[in-house]
């Protein structure tokens, strides 16, 4: 087997461990509010606080990965948001020793530290995807990492549901806490950040790796001028408005199928885990897709026409959910709609490694950070707009609102222009001749 494809492994348990600590709180959320009497309105701003922290480092630990390496960077940040994912646990005693402090604002501070940590994860990912792949792979590499993400999500459940009944919803986020620690040891031992520097590799792979075995040295981002070019707001905003969808099946799915649609919580169980089993399965193919018709007609029409054909039938069908009256079925529409947005995800990451270069860490978690305030946004706005409408229904519209928006942006970004003049790459790939 090839290197590259084993370090895809790591990466694939990385992307299923930070959602499974991620959607953690969300499965137990309707239990973690009663328990700790948190209303609506208060849970937006905790979900909120996690999509806050991840959204503030995501540039910096994107930047820490090129300057770096994804080998400390992934091992340290893992680490961190780990002990965050314990300690979101433990919040009712650490507000009982900080007596002067409420459990409300203790969870607040917890999340939001624990959303810093999580912000080196994918940017890292992506890093290390630039560095041990050529641009051929790229898509597919990032699609199987997103699917491994959307397994994750749809495994939380089904561990958690039984967890919190045998051992209250605590104890879930002391098992998973520990898990990723173990995570940290393997990849510590096994990950290089110059496919060159790993023992056993073959000048054959070398060769197949091309420009992503390049040197360590640091190309420092020439901010001044990426933040001239609109080809990179474009991206951000994009990416921002997907998030307002995405965000809503991490942080509200969970609440709204309970308290929106009248599901049991074994029902729950079950309905909850088709978004992220349709996403796994949407991802995966998005991203090959688009590598085949990049391949084929380019990179413009390969990256564009996955992205805006899934975010605008995610605008349809969540509008859909909103006005369906059974509730099985609008939980399918549900579901389809996080697929077809899911799909234009690995192919968003795979434009920040095409645009990006040598920074495509950065890149990555610029466009990260602005999804992530989209996240943070979309989690406070929900909890007021089912206060506004009275509805946990019509409170989707706005979603489907931004991601159509999502969608119109996709069409505007040229994945062959790359933000910095001069910076010569394999990102490009030419339109062959078709005869």
Not at 134 to 162: F, K, N, Y
Not at 302 to 310: E, L, Y
Not at 321 to 346: E, G, K, R
Request: charged share 15%.
């Amino acid at each position: 087997m090839r290197y590259r494809k084993r370090l895809l492994i790591l990466l694939f348990l990385l992307a299923a461990i930070t959602y499974l600590d991620r959607i953690c709180i969300s499965v137990a959320g309707p239990v973690i509010q009663a328990d700790l009497g948190i209303s609506p309105k208060q849970w937006g701003y905790v979900m909120g606080a996690f999509a806050l922290g991840y959204a503030i480092f995501e540039i910096p630990a994107g930047m820490l990965a090129d300057r770096i390496g994804a080998r400390n960077v992934l091992t340290r940040v893992v680490l961190w948001w780990s002990l965050f994912t314990v300690l979101t646990g433990a919040v009712s005693y650490l507000s009982t020793i900080i007596a002067v402090v409420s459990t409300f604002t203790v969870l607040l501070v917890v999340r939001f530290l624990f959303g810093a940590g999580e912000a080196g994860a994918f940017p890292g990912a992506t890093s290390a995807v630039s560095r041990w792949f050529p641009a051929a792979e790229r898509g597919r590499a990032q699609s199987v990492i997103m699917m491994a993400a959307r397994v994750g999500g749809m495994m939380t459940p089904l561990l958690v549901v039984p967890m919190q009944r045998a051992w209250g919803w605590q104890s879930t986020f002391y098992v998973f806490g520990s898990v990723g620690v173990i995570w940290c040891a393997v990849w510590y031992w096994r990950y290089r950040d110059r496919p060159a520097e790993k023992k056993g590799i073959t000048q054959t792979e070398l060769d197949e790796i091309g420009a992503g075995s390049g040197s360590n040295v640091h190309t420092p981002v020439p901010w001044r001028r990426v933040l001239r070019r609109s080809a990179f707001w474009r991206l951000l905003l994009m990416y921002h408005t997907y998030n307002w969808c995405a965000y809503f099946y991490l942080s509200w799915l969970h609440t709204y199928l309970q308290k929106g649609r009248g599901f049991t919580p074994d029902q729950m169980k079950l309905w909850s885990m088709l978004p992220f089993a349709l996403g796994a399965c949407a991802i995966l193919v998005g991203g090959q897709l688009s590598d085949r018709l990049v391949a084929r007609y380019g990179l413009k029409v390969g990256r564009r026409a996955v992205g805006v054909t899934g975010l605008a039938l995610s605008a349809v069908c969540l509008t859909t959910t909103a006005f369906t009256q059974n509730p099985s079925v609008a939980a399918i529409f549900l579901a389809l709609a996080y697929a077809t947005s899911d799909a234009c995800v690995p192919v968003s990451w795979a434009i920040a490694l095409d645009v990006g270069g040598k920074n495509a860490g950065a890149i990555s978690g610029a466009m990260n950070m602005a999804g992530q305030v989209g996240s943070f946004m979309s989690s406070i706005a929900f909890g007021h707009l089912i206060e506004l409408f009275g509805s946990y229904d019509l409170a989707l519209l706005p979603l489907a609102a931004m991601v159509g928006i999502s969608s119109i942006l996709f069409w505007s970004i040229d994945p062959t222009e790359q933000l910095v003049p001069g910076e010569e790459d394999d990102v490009r790939v030419a339109r062959p001749q078709i005869a």
